[in-house]
Every structure is written in structure tokens, then in C-alpha cells.
């Protein structure tokens, strides 16, 4: 079945540092999903990309899908201790996700 | 209501006990998920409902799992017979809508789970 891979597990950074997510799948996604997850806390929505090669920004959050749409990656500029918290991609065609095993950020400040 | 609802927050069972884990979905919400998360994994998907009507239960890891959502709003995930390995976070996301495609899905609203520790 569909799996989405995700690296790297973890990622420590000095606040101010920029920090990047990659997301990765053998097959085709039809849309892939971003969610952030505080420690002790649920998912929450970031975005959701659907077109080949579509870019999308949120402030110092760059959110990329690749040409092929078999990769997806989150970009954090100048990180603050506020992003703290794992990230996960997510993907799926009938409404179910399938997600990736997560990143989680720390930041030193 | 505002959000999702989950309880219990917290569950502890001893090995072999019957647990029920409810959730209250937003307001109008027609899709309701349930994920399992395990420490440190991100969320597996569990099972599916549209209104009332249970579409996919793929992801139940056993007959021991088994969820109903009777008049298509809230919901309960039932573990007959808890052993160790269902330890886990139960999550419950809730959808306004139904279709999804090529043109994407709606936001996945998700509670703030149930921890089950199963002794």
C-alpha cells in the first residue's frame, strides 16, 4: 500500500537557524497534507499542496510539492522556539491520511 | 461545539478489560476518522465513517477493535479484551465534507486524543 517516508527523525537547531523536512513516497500523491503537532499535543493543519510543483508560503514556512508529486518538503526559516513541536506530512485519495513517522524540531534558544 | 472532543483524556486498563473511547465531532461535521499513535509514530489510520455508515475499517489491527457511529455524529472506538500492545494515543479527526479527489480534501479537524495505557 501507499507509504509516505519522512526525514530526518529528529532535528535540533539554534534558534535562528533555518530547518527543512522531506517528505517521500514511491508512488504518486495525489495531494500531500502538512500538520504540525506540539509536544503533548494533537495535529493541527498547516496546508495542503495538490499541483505538480506547487510552492506555498506562510510566513517563514515554505511548504514545496515536487514535479513528479512524489516528494514534498517544509522549509523554516530563521526558526524560533515557537515551531518547537513534530511535523508530519500526510496523504491520502479517499479522505483517510496516511502519514509520515515525523520530524521533530527542537530549537535551542 | 468549537472543536473536536475526546474522552477520556487519560485510560488506564488492566490487560484483558473492555475500554470505550468517545468522541464528539464539530458540529455538522458528515466524516469522522480514527488514528491510533503510537510514542513517538505518527498517526495509522483506524477507520472511517461517512454520517452513520462505517466506509473503511482497514486499519483495525484485530476483531478486538470495533467503532460504531450510530446517528452520524458522535462516535466510540471500543477495545475488547486490552493487551499491552494497544497502548497507545487514540486520535479523532472530523471532516465537513465527504468527497475528496485530484482536487485535494478538506482539513482534517483532530481532538486531543485519549491516552490508553493498558497495564
Known amino acids: 500500500g501507499q507509504q509516505v517516508m519522512q526525514i530526518p527523525q529528529y532535528q535540533h537547531v539554534q534558534e535562528g537557524e533555518d530547518f527543512t523536512t522531506y517528505c517521500n513516497s514511491s508512488?504518486?500523491?495525489?495531494?500531500i497534507q502538512w500538520y504540525k503537532q506540539r509536544p503533548g499535543g494533537h495535529p493541527v493543519f498547516l496546508i495542503q499542496?495538490?499541483?505538480?510543483?506547487e510552492v506555498k508560503k506562510q510566513k517563514r514556512l515554505t511548504f514545496q510539492f515536487g514535479e513528479a508529486k512524489k516528494n514534498s518538503s517544509l522549509h523554516i526559516t530563521a526558526t524560533q522556539t515557537t515551531d518547537v513541536g513534530t511535523y508530519f506530512c500526510?496523504?491520502?485519495?479517499?479522505?483517510?491520511?496516511?502519514f509520515g513517522q515525523g520530524t521533530t524540531l527542537q530549537v535551542k534558544p | 461545539g468549537a472543536g473536536v472532543s475526546q474522552s477520556p483524556r487519560y485510560k488506564v486498563a488492566k490487560r484483558g478489560q473492555d475500554v470505550a473511547l468517545r468522541c464528539d465531532p464539530i458540529?455538522?461535521?458528515?466524516?469522522l476518522f480514527w488514528y491510533q499513535q503510537a510514542l513517538g509514530q505518527g498517526p495509522e489510520f483506524l477507520t472511517y465513517?461517512?454520517?452513520?455508515?462505517?466506509?473503511?475499517k482497514s486499519g483495525l489491527p484485530s476483531d478486538r477493535f470495533f467503532a460504531e457511529r450510530p446517528e452520524g455524529s458522535v462516535s466510540t472506538l471500543k477495545i475488547q479484551r486490552t493487551q499491552q500492545e494497544d497502548s497507545a494515543v487514540y486520535l479523532c479527526?472530523?471532516?465537513?465534507?465527504?468527497?475528496?479527489?485530484?482536487?485535494?480534501?478538506?482539513?482534517?479537524?483532530f481532538g486531543p486524543g485519549t491516552r490508553l495505557t493498558v497495564l
Open positions: 479527526a472530523s471532516r465537513r465534507g465527504w468527497l475528496a479527489g485530484v482536487r485535494g480534501t478538506d482539513t482534517q479537524y
Open positions: 465513517f461517512q454520517n452513520e455508515a462505517q466506509l473503511d
Open positions: 458540529s455538522g461535521h458528515v466524516s
Open positions: 499542496l495538490v499541483k505538480s510543483g
Open positions: 508512488t504518486t500523491l495525489s495531494n
Open positions: 500526510g496523504s491520502g485519495n479517499t479522505g483517510k491520511l496516511i
